[in-house]
C-alpha cells in the first residue's frame, strides 16, 4: 500500500468514528466516566468489525483499523465535550436558539454535495465534465424525487436552525450542484437541478405541512430502497456483517454514499419527530422501514441487502435526540 493511500485509510478510519464518539458522549450523559463509554463502545464496534472481516474475502482484520477507530471515537468525545461547553443552547443567525440535531442534518447535506472536496485540476476534466452535465438527462424520476424531498426537508432545517431567510439560503445554495463538476468523483446532472427547483418550490408552498412532509419523505425512503423495482423471485444472501458494503467500497465513495445515508435517514426521523411523534417511535418507525426494505432487496439484484441501514438508523436517531434534548433542554419525558 502507498504512503499516501495508507494516509487515507487511517484519515477515514478516524473520521468515521468521530461522530459515535461525540453523539455517544452526549447521549449518555447520566452515566459515570461518560467519557470513557463511547470509547468503550467503539472499541465493541470496531472489534466486532475487525473480527467478521477473518470470515469476508479480500479482507483483512487489523488491529491497526482497531486503534484508529478508537482513537476517532476519543476525538469525537473531545467534540462533544467542546460542543458542551461552548454551545449551550446553540445559537446561529436568528434570535432564537437553534435545533442543534438540524444543525447536524444540515452539515451532512452539504457534506454530501461536497464531498471530497478535492478539486480538478486538469482543464480538459473540467471541460469533458462541463460538457457531460450540458447533455445530461432529465428523465431520472427516482433521482429527480429524491433530490426534491431532500432540497424540501433542507428548507425545514434551515428553520429550525433559525437561520433568517431560509429560502435564500436554499436558492444560493443551488451553485453547490454545478461546482461539483471542479470536484473529482463527482459528476453533476442537470435533473438535480430540476429537482433542487421543485423541493425550493414545495417548501415555499407547504412548509408547515409537517405530517404529510413527514410521510412523503419515508415514501422516498421507500421508493429509493426499492430502485429499480426488478425483483426476481430467487432470493439472495443477507449480509449480517455491519458495515459490511463499506468495507468493499472505495473509501471516497463509501464516506459519500454514507453521508447522504445520515442525511436520509436522520431527516426522516427528526420530520417525524417534529411532526409530533415520541423519540422513541419515530426511530422505531425509520428503523423498522429500513428494515423492511432490507428484507425486500434480498429480491431485487441491484440491492445488496444487509443489516448496516436499520443499525445506522437506531445509532443515528439516539445521536439527534441527544443533540435536541442539548439545544432545546428538554427533559427525560420528552
Not at 93 to 118: E, H, I, N, Q
Request: charged share 10%.
Amino acid at each position: 500500500m502507498s504512503g499516501r493511500r495508507f494516509l487515507a485509510d487511517e484519515i477515514v478510519n478516524v473520521a468515521i468514528y468521530i461522530p459515535l464518539g461525540m453523539s455517544a458522549f452526549l447521549a449518555f450523559r447520566k452515566f459515570p466516566l461518560r467519557w470513557l463509554t463511547p470509547v468503550l463502545l467503539a472499541a465493541m464496534l470496531s472489534g466486532c468489525v475487525e473480527m467478521t472481516q477473518l470470515f469476508t474475502p479480500n479482507r483483512n482484520c487489523s488491529t491497526e483499523d482497531l486503534l484508529t477507530n478508537i482513537f476517532g471515537s476519543a476525538c469525537g468525545v473531545i467534540v462533544g465535550i467542546v460542543f458542551e461547553k461552548t454551545m449551550p443552547p446553540m445559537r446561529l443567525v436568528g434570535t432564537k436558539a437553534s435545533d442543534a440535531s438540524a444543525v447536524a442534518l444540515l452539515f451532512c447535506w452539504f457534506a454530501a454535495m461536497l464531498f471530497p472536496a478535492f478539486p480538478v485540476t486538469g482543464l480538459l476534466s473540467l471541460r469533458e465534465k462541463t460538457v457531460a452535465f450540458m447533455h445530461g438527462s432529465l428523465l431520472s424520476p427516482v433521482l429527480l424525487l429524491s433530490v426534491a424531498a431532500s432540497w424540501f426537508a433542507a428548507g425545514r432545517l434551515l428553520s429550525a436552525a433559525r437561520l433568517r431567510r431560509p429560502v435564500a439560503w436554499l436558492i444560493g445554495s443551488l451553485i453547490f450542484i454545478p461546482a461539483q463538476i471542479a470536484i473529482v468523483t463527482r459528476q453533476p446532472l442537470p435533473v438535480q437541478l430540476l429537482g433542487a427547483a421543485a423541493g425550493i418550490a414545495l417548501y415555499m408552498v407547504a412548509r408547515k405541512s409537517r405530517s404529510v412532509a413527514a410521510g412523503a419523505f419515508l415514501a422516498v425512503l421507500l421508493i429509493r430502497g426499492l430502485a429499480p423495482f426488478h425483483f426476481s423471485a430467487h432470493g439472495q444472501g443477507f449480509e449480517w456483517i455491519p458495515f459490511g458494503g463499506f468495507l468493499n467500497m472505495d473509501w471516497q465513495y463509501g464516506v459519500q454514499v454514507l453521508l447522504e445515508k445520515l442525511f436520509y435517514y436522520g431527516t426522516a426521523i427528526w420530520l417525524l419527530r417534529t411532526a409530533g411523534l415520541k423519540w422513541i417511535f419515530a426511530i422505531g418507525t425509520v428503523t423498522a422501514l429500513l428494515a423492511v426494505i432490507e428484507a425486500i432487496q434480498t429480491h431485487i439484484p441491484a440491492h445488496t441487502a444487509e443489516i448496516t441501514d436499520p443499525l445506522l438508523a437506531l445509532m443515528l436517531g439516539l445521536g439527534l435526540r441527544a443533540l435536541r434534548r442539548r439545544s432545546i433542554g428538554y427533559h427525560a419525558n420528552s
